[in-house]
């Protein structure tokens, strides 16, 4: 028998196999040992809903783009 993959938003569940999703792995650092997470599955609209959409944004743009924007 073959597989079924089911990929689904940890936020809203919904269906995004095939389709464009973001997945973020957790490592957690203590005393200096590290333990990974379990990755987390996040649909476009979920992702824009937490705060590393706003921390990623800037990314590949020059210092000097940002000082202009402000």
Same mark, same amino acid.
């Given at each position: 028998?073959?597989?079924?993959? $089911? ?11 095939? #389709? #464009? ?6 490592? #957690?650092?203590? =005393?200096? #040992?590290?333990?990974? =997470? ?10 824009? &809903? ?10 590949? &743009?020059?210092? &000097?783009?940002? $000082?202009? &924007?402000?």
């Amino acid at each position: 028998m073959g597989k079924e993959i $089911k990929v689904t938003c940890d936020d809203c569940g919904t269906y995004v196999f095939g #389709k #464009k999703y973001f997945t973020l792995n957790i490592q #957690k650092v203590i =005393h200096g #040992k590290q333990q990974m =997470h379990p990755a987390v599955y996040l649909c476009p609209n979920c992702f824009r &809903e937490t705060i590393l959409a706003l921390l990623l944004c800037y990314i590949g &743009e020059t210092s &000097e783009e940002v $000082k202009n &924007e402000t």
